[in-house]
């Protein structure tokens, strides 16, 4: 409301177990479903990192209806010495730490440096470049392409989309091995 992310405040200490997560009742309403490329029936869901832009084709589960689903979730927590930071660069690492290579379409306010997030970005650089519109879910790159993907566009978008992880190469010209 006030403008301000409070996702990196959250602490560690929560509580876990099946009594403190979340719970969700779903109705599919399979007799009414909509058109898709798969033929199944059911919600797809994805539990990633809340500074991560959601990438459905790469990371989605399957909930089929009429079914209990549990998703158990374990977070793994690495670190880097401030030693090992500044002794390895970042083409020596293989990777960047959060703020030395700034994503351009997605702000750290909000997001934080990650393979998702790179791979997201590069594949939104290249729906900018190739359709020469901007998605409507996600409008920072209005400057650049002022029209919002509709009609032969946005079949361009969700061919971009629907490769995720092909397009390497981010605007500030970060390049994924």
């Not at 970005?121 to 509709?150: D, M, Q, V, W």
Request: net charge positive; proline share 6%; glycine share 6%.
């Amino acid at each position: 409301i006030d403008g301000v992310s409070r996702t990196r405040q959250i602490k560690p200490g929560d509580k876990v177990g099946k009594v403190n997560g979340l719970v969700l009742l779903l109705d599919a309403q399979t007799f009414d479903y909509t058109m898709n490329r798969q033929a199944s029936e059911g919600f797809k869901i994805t539990v990633n990192h809340h500074l991560d832009q959601p990438l459905m084709s790469m990371t989605e589960l399957d909930i089929t209806p009429g079914f209990e689903t549990q998703v158990a979730v374990t977070p793994v927590i690495y670190t880097t010495s401030n030693a090992a930071r500044k002794r390895f660069t970042p083409d020596q690492r293989g990777c960047y730490f959060d703020h030395e290579r700034p994503l351009t379409y997605l702000p750290s306010k909000w997001y934080r440096y990650s393979i998702n997030n790179c791979l997201f970005e590069a594949s939104y650089e290249k729906i900018l470049e190739e359709c020469h519109c901007t998605p409507f879910f996600h409008t920072l790159g209005i400057a650049k392409c002022p029209r919002i993907c509709n009609g032969a566009s946005l079949l361009c978008m969700n061919k971009i989309l629907d490769q995720v992880g092909s397009w390497l190469k981010t605007p500030i010209g970060i390049t994924m091995n």
